[in-house]
């Protein structure tokens, strides 16, 4: 178990072992705002005093990307698609030869079969 100070409810200092007995090193003001608390408890945490249970604190949210960071990831995705478009442009005209190879087979038999 460990120390911690409560403002709000929440942990705003967890108080070290050598500054014990806390009434003793910092006054009674200042340990009545004091509570006993499990050790992975963390400055943050809230304080439920009904349940009396502590809680960590809601992750923060994401961060939104500068316009920057927006602009590159814009111009990656369009360079994706463009790589995407030229692949798929030079697998068609590759389909399209072997098409054309087959095409040339299939009549050459044709011929070769008295057509």
């Known amino acids: 178990m460990r120390t911690v100070r409560l403002k709000n409810n929440t942990v705003v200092e967890i108080i070290p072992k050598y500054a014990h007995p806390v009434e003793y090193w910092y006054g009674s003001a200042f340990a009545a705002q004091c509570t006993e608390a499990p050790d992975e408890v963390e400055q943050r945490w809230c304080y439920d005093p009904e349940l009396r249970q502590f809680t960590p604190p809601a992750p923060e949210p994401e961060p939104e990307p500068s316009p920057l960071e ?24 590759a389909q399209e030869s072997i098409n054309a190879q087959q095409d040339d087979a299939l009549l050459d038999i044709y011929e070769m079969l008295g057509g």
Do not use: V
């Not at 927006?70 to 005209?93: C, K």
């Open 70 to 93: 927006r602009l590159e990831a814009l111009e990656a995705a369009l360079a994706q698609t463009d790589e995407t478009a030229i692949a798929l442009f030079e697998s068609q005209a």
